[in-house]
């Protein structure tokens, strides 16, 4: 098996690069890997010392087939460094692995991508290999299944899914309209998915993996989960620029098999409803926490309107 490339997408924070890279040394498959480091650059003065730490940190890893460190002169953005990036990638090797500076990966996670990876090589329904599982029951769950559309937690695909990738956030926005596809991407309006894309089309995000998602759905691909996560994310410390202090999506590293066996391209009923219950789960939760911190915010105010000390 010839493995994948890997590109790794780092900015500014060099703690969380070596944490990454640590987990992915530590793969069965790591040094026939080729790595390539994508370090974004730096949007001002500020950022400037941490983007360097990351740059010299990446340019002493080893461990892998072959190490390329590609330097941003200017500053991407998390989304233009990754559809860039991935594209070139494609192009040059026919297909990639895509991990970024926050994601902690299992040891076998470079075996089970590479798997899938040469399982559905060919099958044209089949948008990408996924790392992350989300947190469902899973003690009766398949060692793998497919789901519709595409996601971006430890992910792979071929330059033949990524020509379906569509940059356009408002075509996309008005092609799910016009199909009535918008209950079904936001999983019965519980995922906020439709508002995420409304916001990039906005200019309120610049997210690529809502674009992604969105293309994949539309032309009815499908993703292949894990059974149990080979993906944990670290970034939810309010280090990152798109992440927050609370993490609705806490997993733990999982194993994967062996050997990946190929099934049907369909998408998994059972799974995605639970996946469903998770994000109708996780949208109670989230309201709970938005009113816990109004009520909190308020007694605040009230206190220090009328002088009460804080209890």
Known sequence: MECAPVI??????????????????????????PLFIYCDG??????AERVRQVREEAKTVTGFKSVTV?????????????????????????????????????PDFLRYMNQGLDLYASEERVASIHGY???????????????????????????RAWKHFEPDGAKLLTALKAKGLTKGFDHGGNAFFVRML?????????????????????DNMLTLYPRQSLVVNSGFDDSGVHCSDVDYY???????????????????????????GFFEKMRR????????????????????????AAS
């Open 8 to 33: 790794l997408f780092v900015f500014n924070r060099p703690l969380h690069m070596a944490r990454t890279v640590a987990a992915l040394q530590a793969n069965e498959l790591a040094e026939e890997t």
């Open 42 to 47: 730096a949007r001002n003065e500020k950022e």
């Open 70 to 106: 590609v330097e941003r002169e200017r500053n991407y953005g998390l989304a233009g460094s990754i559809i860039d990036g991935v594209g070139r990638l494609c192009e040059q090797y026919g297909r990639v692995i895509v991990v970024e500076d926050d994601l902690i990966t299992s």
């Open 133 to 159: 599982a989300y947190p469902v029951p899973n003690d009766d769950a398949p060692e793998s299944y497919f789901l519709r559309g595409a996601d971006c937690w430890g992910w792979a695909t071929w330059a």
């Open 198 to 218: 409304r916001n990039q089309v906005n200019g309120k995000n610049q997210s690529w993996a809502i674009r992604w998602h969105a293309s994949a759905y539309l």
């Open 250 to 276: 806490e997993s733990s590293l999982g194993l994967a098999p062996k050997k990946l066996q190929k099934i049907r391209v369909e998408v998994n009923e059972q799974m995605r409803l639970r996946v469903v």
């Open 285 to 308: 939760q989230r309201m709970k926490d938005f009113y816990k911190l109004v009520f909190s915010a308020g007694v605040r105010r009230i206190r220090k309107v009328t002088g009460l």
